[in-house]
Nanobody, 121 residues
Framework: QVHLVESGGGLVQPGGSLRLSCEAS????????MGWYRHAPGKERDLVAR???????NYADSVKGRFYISRDNAKRTVYLQMNSLKPEDTATYYC???????????????WGQGTQVTVSS
């Protein structure tokens, strides 16, 4: 069975940086797109950034130039480098993986358990 395990959240001051990681565990053959979403209280869960297996990326307008997504296919891991953090970046960040082929079969999409990012002085 495939699981997504996130790490790297925490409390940071405005202007600071954090790096989130998400590792897909299990007997995995391939994963298509991986990405990060966030959910702030009272708001919808929104896309932050995503990256295809070939490295194509797209970002929410609110994070362009500040956040950078990358992935290590050999490690089945996706990263989100977050710089110049703002209080409005405060949210629970969720990892997402799409079109996963594993020894257990095919999964259209999986979510991680979420990691809290709080930006406050």
């Amino acid at each position: 069975q495939v699981h997504l395990v996130e790490s790297g959240g925490g409390l940071v001051q405005p202007g600071g940086s954090l790096r989130l990681s998400c590792e897909a565990s299990g007997s995995i053959f391939s994963i298509s797109t991986m990405g990060w979403y966030r959910h702030a209280p009272g708001k919808e869960r929104d896309l932050v950034a995503r990256i295809t297996g070939s490295g194509l990326t797209n970002y929410a307008d609110s994070v362009k130039g500040r956040f950078y997504i990358s992935r290590d296919n050999a490690k089945r891991t996706v990263y989100l480098q977050m710089n110049s953090l703002k209080p409005e970046d405060t949210a629970t960040y969720y990892c997402n993986a799409q079109d996963i082929y594993s020894s257990g079969g095919f999964s259209r999409g999986l979510w991680g358990q979420g990691t809290q990012v709080t930006v406050s002085s």
